[in-house]
């Protein structure tokens, strides 16, 4: 048992489990990356897909998360303010936002349809309200504008 936490614990260090990278939380509003037109569904150049999300009090940006089903899909999530939690219910994603760096995460997911993506980290009176849907869609309902943005919007 000893030499289990010793042997992993050596091994994570040289190769650390997550994702870390700072960002600067106070300056966030003029970050190229994370501008408000940057944020949401973008399907780059070589076709990989990257969504990037702001997480804040009581908020996700934006809301609503199109992704194709059955493709690798590329979270980018940082916080201006408290720590967030974000989590796909029905997938592996789940992690902190931490104010100050980039949670990044990859999953694929292989069933169409919505899913619930509450904030799961106590961050304020409105933390039971901050909430966001990601639609995986298929054929022809994924779709892109011609700068391979991809948008939608909660049903209501
Ligand atoms: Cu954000 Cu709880």
New binding site residues.
């Given amino acids: 048992m000893i030499a289990v936490i010793v042997v992993s614990s050596f091994a994570m260090a040289i190769h650390p489990p997550s994702h870390v990278e700072a960002i600067d939380p106070t300056t966030l509003n003029t970050n190229v990356e994370f501008a408000e037109c940057n944020l949401g569904t973008r399907v780059n150049p070589d076709g990989s897909v990257t969504v990037r999300i702001i997480?804040t009090?009581?908020e996700f940006l934006p809301r609503c998360i199109p992704v194709p089903k059955g493709q690798q899909v590329t979270f980018r999530v940082t916080s201006p303010d408290?720590i967030?939690?974000f989590f796909i219910a029905g997938s592996n994603a789940n992690t902190m936002v931490v104010p100050g760096y980039v949670a990044q995460l990859r999953t694929v997911f292989s069933t169409a349809g919505n899913y619930l993506m509450p904030?799961?980290?106590?961050?304020?009176l409105?933390?039971s309200e901050?909430w966001a849907l990601v639609k995986v869609l298929e054929g022809a309902q994924w779709k892109t504008d011609a700068s391979g943005k991809a948008s939608c919007e909660i049903p209501r």
């Avoid at 904030?119 to 304020?124: I, P, R, T």
């Fill in positions: 997480a009090q009581f408290v967030h939690g904030c799961h980290e106590f961050c304020g409105g933390h901050m």
